[in-house]
């Protein structure tokens, strides 16, 4: 994509999945049904194409890095959104504490997000891809295996969440971990 | 497809996820299960499974970036509860401590045996406490060992450096030792867990409590029933073990562990022998482990009619050490016991052991025969004659008959055999050559005494008629 003669053009669609991965993994368990994640990713997405010219890296890497630093920024807004809608719309005491508990993850994220290693990236774009694998495999697949492999859910709570026994969710697993080798092969 | 198979595949799809579950209720209790143990006990589904651990661990590594900080799939934040024994954290393989000793990619003995010292360096390997050493020998070293992770007792056998050269070995060693541990059988040690620790081979089984035939018999023979009992019961695993393809291929009886109840437990399935190598006797000088008990067949190299058989003759020379004391063939040195094992019978039992009786003497022979096809053909005929003779009942084995015998060993005597022929046939001849010749002479002899006798009689009637005569001339005369 980068080339002497071409100045680098960011291509910052193709991370739409890998940016919404991300900000469902760092918004909490808890918020998660009040703060819409691919809203925030289309924001963020809007606000790349607006800045592009402020994009100084070469590199998809790069791309990446400034990509997941907007997002930090736009999902640490929408949590504080949150936290001032609150008084208006809910009265449940465990959102404040979901929105605390959130805010400070964001803000760790968004640290480490300003201090990351440049050696990091090659790791970022292998991360992008899988997201974008993800997004193609049936969504009961792709549930799964984000509960069990981003955010660590154990299996009893996975079967919870999707409503189906334990050997249904090893299946969903074992299909998904299948398909999704398969799609990563395509990608590369 | 067909059917069936498409109904097989179903099968293996459902049998494959329960057995995803119970790793993933594994991974859920934070004890970090062990992928070669769920491969290595269904073996059917390793590739499956490989797989899947495959892709879980590629999963894994392209999440890790972007998953927030103090999360991890492969260790879920579950504290380890209900199990408060675990002393080591299982995020930590515990390795040989000495820096300079985990360098080394594999074992030396020197370290093995520093490992053997109370009180040394060497207290946990891999996920295992090593506990006690249990026993050593050509192959290696024994622990009773201690898996954190499950917190039980087991039995840890690391083989000495050395003894697989090349990757193919340790390949065969690693697949002989996984076939080996599909074996479930209550007579049989099962093997837990195949694998290497920084390059050190080992596998860990079933820890007994008890001891060993070998020992139990250096201290005195067993009863006659005890050893059919034993030997039967023995012989039912093998036959197990045969109809899953495994092969022991080394059955001694300090192969044959007794436990607390006096069952016995035969162990080191085809692996022995795996890491023994083709070359039984002799390794730069050294003579490993005993011939005593290895049928012709394997002694003599002839691999290829390595079968069922070569282990009922093993089950023989151990159902004749326990009756009659000693094993069928001991000589001075390992190559005089091959010798005798190619081409000696062995003594009748009952010479050594007056009070046993025929119908056993009869069915140990029946497994010491030389060629494989003269024995049971089956570990199962064989425990179900002993179970025959235990009940009292009519064995099927039949003696060898003495013309039987006296023909083998022509077979095994070929050059003796054909001289003594030649003897015994030269011996025909003449004999017959004399008879015949004595014959003719005497019938010689008869018709001579007979002519003589009737010239007698003619000389006899010639003289009577010439003296007839000479008295008729004289009657002419005087008249």
Redesign the interface.
Known sequence: MSSESEPFRPQVERYREYLLLLARLHVGEQLRGKLDASDVVQQTLLDAHRQQQHFRGTSDGELAAWLRQMLACNVADAVRALGRAKRDVSRERSLDQAIEESSSRIEQWLAAEQSSPSQQMQRHERAAQLAEALAKLPEPQREALVLRHCQGCSLDEICQRLDRSPSAVASLLKRGTRKLRELLHELE | MSQSSAGDSADR??R???I??AY??AE?AGVRPDKNEFIARHPDLAAELE??FR??A????????????G???TE???DFVGEPTIVPSPTVLMDVVDSDSSADPSMSEDDLLQAALPGTRLRYFGNYELLAEIARGGMGVVFKARQVKLNRIVAVKMILAGQLASSEEVRRFRSEAEAAAQLQHPNIVGIHEVGDHQGQQYFSMDFVEGTSLAALLREHPLSEKQAAESVRTIAAAIQYAHSKGVLHRDLKPSNVLIDANQQPKVTDFGLAKRIEGGSELTRSGQILGTPSYMPPEQAGANHGAIGPASDVYSLGAILYEAVAGRPPFRAETALETVMQVLKAEPVAPRLLNPKLSRDLETIILKCLQKAPSSRYRTAQELADDLQRFLNGEPILARPVSAAERAWRWCRRNPVVASLSAAVAMALITVTCVSLVAYALTKDALGKMTVAKSDAQEQRGKAVQLAADKAKLADQEKTA
């Open positions: 799809e459902r494959l996820d329960e995803l579950v993933l209720r859920d797989e899947y892709d879980q590629e999963l894994n590594d392209r999440v890790e970036p972007i998953r927030p900080t999360q991890s799939a879920p934040a579950a």
